[in-house]
């Protein structure tokens, strides 16, 4: 883990909670969040937790994604992958990968929430319909029921451009 974006301390405290996940197996509920932020005891603003992964805020242009399970480490994982392996034309849909390890990634950080209108969800469909068409399932970036609706919570703006910030569940076919 390189020291250009963590302190030392942040890095063996990480290190030492991946080693506990992948031993534990730890699955994915809602105190697995907090449980990690106890034991991990960093210093960098909390920004969110999902079901696999907790987020904090590590600068002004970037985040740290820590898995708080075996799934969030596979996430991770993929998002470093699908990161180095997709065209440049789809990378620049993508927030940035700086930099990845066993369990954490650090990211791109994207604040500007996409508007929920039906005009924006027509751009995330047509993303989602590129990523397709390259042969990659872009997993969370719509809901695929009756109709296809976004997901608004993995999609941020960038200078007016619709950017994926959580592509964990992406596979390439």
């Known amino acids: 883990m390189s020291e250009e974006y963590l302190d030392k301390r942040s890095i063996k405290r990480i290190e030492k909670w991946i080693s ?3 031993k534990r197996g730890y699955s ?3 105190s697995d969040a907090s449980l990690a932020r106890r034991k991990l005891k960093l210093y960098y603003p909390f920004i969110d937790a999902g079901k696999n992964r907790i987020v904090y805020d590590i600068s002004d242009d970037k985040v740290l994604k820590i ?3 075996v799934k969030g480490i596979e996430d991770n994982n993929q998002e470093a992958k699908i990161y180095k ?3 440049s034309t789809l990378k620049r849909r993508l927030a940035k990968v700086y930099e990845s390890g066993h369990g954490w990634v ?3 950080k994207l ?7 039906k005009s924006y969800e027509k751009k995330v469909i047509k993303l989602h319909k590129k990523f397709k068409k390259k042969h990659i399932d872009p997993g969370d970036i719509v809901k695929e029921r009756k109709r296809l609706k976004a997901k608004w919570k993995n999609v941020r703006l960038k200078k007016g451009k619709i950017l994926v910030i959580d592509y964990g569940n992406f596979k390439i076919d």
Do not use: C, G
């Open 28 to 30: 994915t509920n809602n």
């Open 67 to 69: 898995a708080i399970s």
């Open 111 to 117: 604040d500007k929430k996409v508007p929920e209108t």
């Open 106 to 108: 650090i990211m791109e």
């Open 85 to 87: 392996s997709v065209s």
């Open 20 to 22: 506990k996940v992948k």
